[in-house]
């Protein structure tokens, strides 16, 4: 008997979604040289978005240099990595406008493979209108965009499992040295409800770093599945988590354009000690609302600073 197995569309993106980190990509944005003007009066106003392929994180940003065709930004991000093997960087400039959409100035991607572990490596790239090589439009000048590059895989040697144990025993004193990931799932909520639209996103603060999921329109019992990533230089012992749903509404004038439909603020210590929480917990200024967050600390050696310190001053 022929038995045939139906594989659901979406499951390959949640089994990405379920890899557990591997690493770090510091991400150095130093400069830009050559931009082509898109303003019809003066010079572009110009950053660059960051991102990994095969992630559904928000893109990062560098602040905006205003009337400027060399930019130098000097600003440096961490992505966290899950398939080295199979990712890339992408790095896109723009040109930012106050009113409508940011025109594309030019684009490159950086494959993870081809970066050596543990070693920087600054490259100067020739940005493209697209990826496609038979594109003859590629063949404009559109600038260049310098970066440094560094990947660094987390380790699971002995000593890292001793500092692992060393960290364990010693956070709730807040005397550990020592960083890592702290990973946020959130799931779901439930019975929340705004007085005048109920269209909820959630809203993540942590050490002044927003982060957000999407927007679920017109739902009291939503579910995101989001998943974010918050690096560390040291255990979170005396930190808290900001965790906030917010509705806004779809409306365009509305007297009401954003209300907050309750928040719930959270001690990391016991994620320290427990190194993994999943709980529901009840929203603070909210009737019955509910939500259902995953806290999880991968605690590992490559982010101290000590180390960082030494890897650029090589």
């Not at 040289?33 to 559904?56: C, F, R």
Request: hydrophobic share 35%; glycine share 4%; charged share 30%.
């Amino acid at each position: 008997m022929l038995t045939l197995m139906f594989w659901p569309p979406n499951l390959n993106e949640k089994i990405r979604a379920m890899k557990r980190p591997v690493g770090i990509l510091n991400v150095k944005v130093l400069r830009a040289m050559k931009l082509k003007k898109k303003d019809l009066l003066g010079a572009s106003d110009p950053y660059v978005k960051i991102k990994l392929t095969e992630d559904k994180l928000p893109a990062k940003k560098t602040t905006v240099k205003h009337k400027n065709l060399n930019p130098e930004w000097n600003e440096e991000f961490n992505l966290v990595v899950k398939e080295p093997e199979s990712q890339a960087l992408e790095l896109r400039v723009y040109d930012w406008e106050q009113v409508g959409k940011h025109d594309r100035m030019g684009m490159n991607v950086v494959p993870l493979k081809d970066l050596t572990s543990e070693e920087p490596k600054v490259l100067t790239l020739d940005l493209l209108k697209n990826m496609d090589l038979n594109d003859a439009q590629n063949e404009k000048l559109r600038g260049q965009l310098m970066v440094e590059l560094a990947y660094k895989p987390f380790k699971e040697d002995d000593l890292n499992k001793s500092f692992k144990d060393q960290v364990e025993q010693k956070a709730p004193e807040g005397t550990p040295a020592g960083g890592g990931l702290l990973v946020v799932t959130i799931h779901e909520a439930q019975d929340v409800e705004g007085k005048h639209h109920t269209n909820p996103h959630v809203r993540l603060l942590f050490r002044g770093e927003e982060m957000k999921t999407k927007r679920v329109k017109k739902n009291r019992d939503p579910r995101w599945e989001e998943e974010f990533h918050f690096t560390l230089e040291e255990p979170p012992t005396n930190k808290k988590l900001h965790v906030e749903v917010v509705s806004t509404s779809s409306r365009i004038g509305l007297l009401h354009p954003k209300e907050s439909l309750g928040y719930v603020e959270i001690n990391l210590s016991d994620v320290v000690s427990n190194r993994r929480i999943n709980e529901m917990y009840h929203l603070i200024d909210s009737k019955n609302g509910r939500i259902q967050i995953e806290l999880h600390l991968e605690i590992e050696t490559l982010l101290r600073k000590t180390s960082t310190q030494k890897l650029y001053a090589t």
